[in-house]
């Protein structure tokens, strides 16, 4: 009984070890059928380089440079109350605003290996300026008037950070050092009354403290939103992002296939109109940003697929800069063979992942019908005087007169995009399909034929200025019968294949001749480009202009629009800082006055405001 129970047991595990065994291979099977088996690669390098050269950084550095002056002065910066402790009295500023402002004569931006990114900036001028009012009780009753204003003249700031992926795919960056300088500060009260009477007499040492307290907190809150806020940004902006946010409106355009107007097709009413909105390409970083002398490698996935979901099943082939394929080794490197701004390597995943999650989700799928525009005369089984599909079919004007065709085309594997370097430079596509055909009088529909679609099309592409523009040659356009209740023969349906391929070939050079633009954000734009296709992969390199007042207004709303930003030199402990400093450096001169022996027995209490006058990094509040 033993044994038997014991081959019982075993019989069950073998049954279940070949049931999974199958459901591998089936599983295996599928996947396998989906996308064209010279896809298959592991999912492990980036789809996307991207490489800054020094004139590329030299041109951000510029950008940069503007950007801050244009910013600076346009900061919001918060009213300031703070009361004083043990009952002191209460100080106000409002209405704080930048009254002097000069840029920076100087601005340098470096990158050494093996991830540091150095910012210097020489010789700024900046000033504050606010309504000051309330009262204080610090020995003497004062009432506070007028306006404080602070000028920083000669500030210098160095600023070093390194680079990296981080956990999310994002990029972070990490403040390692910072020094600021000032050359001078001057610290006035206008129409102060006697308060400001006394900081115009003792102004030098006054101004000499908050001198020292501005380099310090400076660096602070710099580091601080670096570390913070910059981290925060980056992650939010280098996620993902809709594919159909950086299409313009008019991608697909109206194509004439004839003289007339009656013969131009709307491409836009063909295709799934949520094509672009529900698919997003990933900018998550796939290796760490690498530095060299005034250059950045950046190396992105860039996959794009459904609503952002990923699982693409296979990876990109190659993405190596030009000269260190594992496949060629006599090219030229990239960096020594143009002095342009940017270069990148695009592999041919990034088309393919798109093509696969289309066909997943059943979005490639064409359907043309007596609605769509500039096919409705062709979709007739009848026709006089004009040329119609039962022209090349006749027999379907003899089983079906009087009718309207109806054309269904679906893929039946998801397309790939191939990139070589044959003819100099080659985008093969490959796309099976079916394509059924529907016979309709009326509200009665009935399939008629299907047929199996094969396709073989080799682009050749260029970049004019904003846009992709180029030429396509159909290499093969096969159909052949799969079932039907109209009996058409081979010769036939070769007639109709070759009118397709003929109509086809046209639209899609008519789409390409003015060119399809080129998904990019919308503050750049390319002055100059050159593409050299290559095995599995595109070298691009660029120069770009960027929209700076559309990059000044992006920058307001998000990286200027941050706590550290909105107070960065005016904390409302640091103007209780600077209150002080003016107290103490008042009395204790004021003290050893002559004219003011009025005042000794109230020395005790000025002494003790001295020892206020020293803060520490937590009492300031970093």
């Given at each position: 009984?033993?044994?038997?129970?014991?081959?019982?047991?075993?019989?069950?595990?073998?049954?279940?070890?070949?049931?999974?065994?199958?459901?591998?291979?089936?599983?295996?099977?599928?996947?396998?059928?989906?996308?064209?088996?010279?896809?298959?690669?592991?999912?492990?390098?980036?789809?996307?380089?991207?490489?800054?050269?020094?004139?590329?950084?030299?041109?951000?550095?510029?950008?940069?440079?503007?950007?801050?002056?244009?910013?600076?002065?346009?900061?919001?910066?918060?009213?300031?109350?703070?009361?004083?402790?043990?009952?002191?009295?209460?100080?106000?500023?409002?209405?704080?605003?930048?009254?002097?402002?000069?840029?920076?004569?100087?601005?340098?931006?470096?990158?050494?290996?093996?991830?540091?990114?150095?910012?210097?900036?020489?010789?700024?001028?900046?000033?504050?300026?606010?309504?000051?009012?309330?009262?204080?009780?610090?020995?003497?009753?004062?009432?506070?008037?007028?306006?404080?204003?602070?000028?920083?003249?000669?500030?210098?700031?160095?600023?070093?950070?390194?680079?990296?992926?981080?956990?999310?795919?994002?990029?972070?960056?990490?403040?390692?050092?910072?020094?600021?300088?000032?050359?001078?500060?001057?610290?006035?009260?206008?129409?102060?009354?006697?308060?400001?009477?006394?900081?115009?007499?003792?102004?030098?040492?006054?101004?000499?403290?908050?001198?020292?307290?501005?380099?310090?907190?400076?660096?602070?809150?710099?580091?601080?939103?670096?570390?913070?806020?910059?981290?925060?940004?980056?992650?939010?902006?280098?996620?993902?992002?809709?594919?159909?946010?950086?299409?313009?409106?008019?991608?697909?355009?109206?194509?004439?296939?004839?003289?007339?107007?009656?013969?131009?097709?709307?491409?836009?009413?063909?295709?799934?109109?949520?094509?672009?909105?529900?698919?997003?390409?990933?900018?998550?970083?796939?290796?760490?940003?690498?530095?060299?002398?005034?250059?950045?490698?950046?190396?992105?996935?860039?996959?794009?697929?459904?609503?952002?979901?990923?699982?693409?099943?296979?990876?990109?082939?190659?993405?190596?800069?030009?000269?260190?394929?594992?496949?060629?080794?006599?090219?030229?490197?990239?960096?020594?063979?143009?002095?342009?701004?940017?270069?990148?390597?695009?592999?041919?995943?990034?088309?393919?992942?798109?093509?696969?999650?289309?066909?997943?989700?059943?979005?490639?799928?064409?359907?043309?019908?007596?609605?769509?525009?500039?096919?409705?005369?062709?979709?007739?089984?009848?026709?006089?005087?004009?040329?119609?599909?039962?022209?090349?079919?006749?027999?379907?004007?003899?089983?079906?007169?009087?009718?309207?065709?109806?054309?269904?085309?679906?893929?039946?594997?998801?397309?790939?995009?191939?990139?070589?370097?044959?003819?100099?430079?080659?985008?093969?596509?490959?796309?099976?399909?079916?394509?059924?055909?529907?016979?309709?009088?009326?509200?009665?529909?009935?399939?008629?034929?299907?047929?199996?679609?094969?396709?073989?099309?080799?682009?050749?592409?260029?970049?004019?200025?904003?846009?992709?523009?180029?030429?396509?040659?159909?290499?093969?356009?096969?159909?052949?019968?799969?079932?039907?209740?109209?009996?058409?023969?081979?010769?036939?349906?070769?007639?109709?294949?070759?009118?397709?391929?003929?109509?086809?070939?046209?639209?899609?050079?008519?789409?390409?001749?003015?060119?399809?633009?080129?998904?990019?954000?919308?503050?750049?734009?390319?002055?100059?480009?050159?593409?050299?296709?290559?095995?599995?992969?595109m070298h691009i390199q660029v120069d770009v202009d960027v929209d700076e007042r559309r990059l000044s207004k992006l920058a307001s709303q998000t990286f200027f629009k941050t706590p550290q930003f909105s107070d960065i030199s005016l904390h409302p402990k640091f103007h209780y800082l600077l209150f002080e400093v003016h107290c103490v450096e008042w009395f204790v001169q004021f003290r050893s006055s002559k004219a003011v022996n009025i005042f000794n027995n109230s020395i005790s209490t000025i002494g003790q405001l001295t020892i206020?006058?020293?803060?520490?990094?937590?009492?300031?509040?970093?």
């Open positions: 009984m033993t044994s038997c129970f014991n081959r019982s047991i075993i019989s069950l595990f073998i049954l279940l070890f070949f049931c999974l065994f199958i459901s591998f291979i089936n599983s295996i099977d599928s996947d396998t059928h989906v996308f064209h088996p010279l896809l298959a690669a592991p999912r492990t390098l980036p789809g996307v380089r991207v490489r800054i050269l020094p004139r590329g950084l030299a041109y951000l550095n510029n950008i940069a440079a503007n950007l801050l002056a244009d910013q600076l002065p346009r900061l919001v910066i918060p009213d300031v109350e703070h009361i004083l402790p043990s009952n002191q009295g209460i100080i106000y500023i409002s209405r704080i605003h930048l009254s002097r402002f000069r840029r920076a004569e100087h601005h340098q931006l470096n990158s050494t290996a093996p991830n540091k990114i150095s910012w210097t900036m020489q010789n700024m001028d900046i000033g504050l300026l606010g309504d000051l009012s309330g009262s204080v009780n610090i020995v003497v009753p004062l009432n506070l008037t007028g306006q404080v204003e602070i000028l920083a003249q000669g500030l210098t700031f160095h600023l070093e950070s390194s680079i990296e992926k981080g956990i999310n795919g994002s990029a972070k960056v990490t403040s390692l050092s910072c020094l600021a300088t000032i050359r001078d500060v001057t610290v006035t009260n206008h129409n102060g009354g006697l308060f400001g009477l006394a900081v115009s007499v003792f102004k030098q040492g006054v101004s000499d403290n908050v001198r020292h307290m501005l380099q310090s907190i400076i660096c602070k809150k710099v580091r601080k939103y670096i570390d913070e806020d910059a981290n925060e940004k980056l992650a939010e902006a280098q996620t993902s992002s809709k594919l159909g946010d950086a299409l313009e409106t008019n991608a697909l355009k109206m194509i004439s296939v004839g003289g007339d107007e009656k013969s131009r097709i709307d491409i836009a009413s063909i295709f799934d109109s949520s094509l672009a909105s529900k698919f997003f390409i990933d900018f998550r970083l796939k290796e760490h940003p690498i530095c060299n002398e005034n250059t950045v490698d950046l190396a992105s996935w860039g996959e794009i697929s459904y609503m952002g979901q990923g699982d693409t099943p296979f990876g990109p082939i190659d993405s190596s800069w030009p000269g260190k394929s594992p496949f060629k080794t006599n090219v030229v490197d990239s960096v020594t063979s143009k002095d342009s701004m940017i270069e990148l390597v695009v592999s041919d995943f990034l088309p393919n992942s798109l093509l696969y999650h289309a066909y997943v989700q059943r979005f490639i799928k064409v359907l043309l019908t007596p609605r769509t525009k500039g096919v409705a005369s062709f979709l007739r089984t009848t026709c006089e005087g004009s040329f119609c599909i039962s022209d090349l079919a006749p027999q379907l004007a003899e089983q079906y007169p009087n009718s309207t065709v109806e054309l269904a085309m679906s893929a039946t594997r998801a397309p790939a995009v191939l990139f070589s370097e044959k003819n100099g430079g080659t985008i093969s596509v490959s796309m099976g399909g079916l394509v059924v055909v529907f016979a309709v009088n009326g509200n009665h529909r009935r399939q008629v034929i299907v047929v199996d679609l094969d396709v073989v099309a080799d682009a050749k592409l260029s970049i004019q200025g904003h846009n992709v523009s180029g030429s396509v040659e159909l290499r093969k356009f096969e159909l052949k019968r799969r079932t039907g209740t109209v009996d058409i023969s081979d010769a036939e349906i070769d007639d109709i294949a070759l009118l397709v391929s003929q109509l086809s070939e046209n639209l899609l050079n008519g789409l390409l001749v003015n060119g399809m633009p080129i998904p990019l954000p919308h503050v750049l734009r390319i002055k100059d480009s050159h593409i050299n296709v290559l095995s599995r992969r206020r006058g020293e803060y520490s990094d937590e009492s300031l509040g970093f």
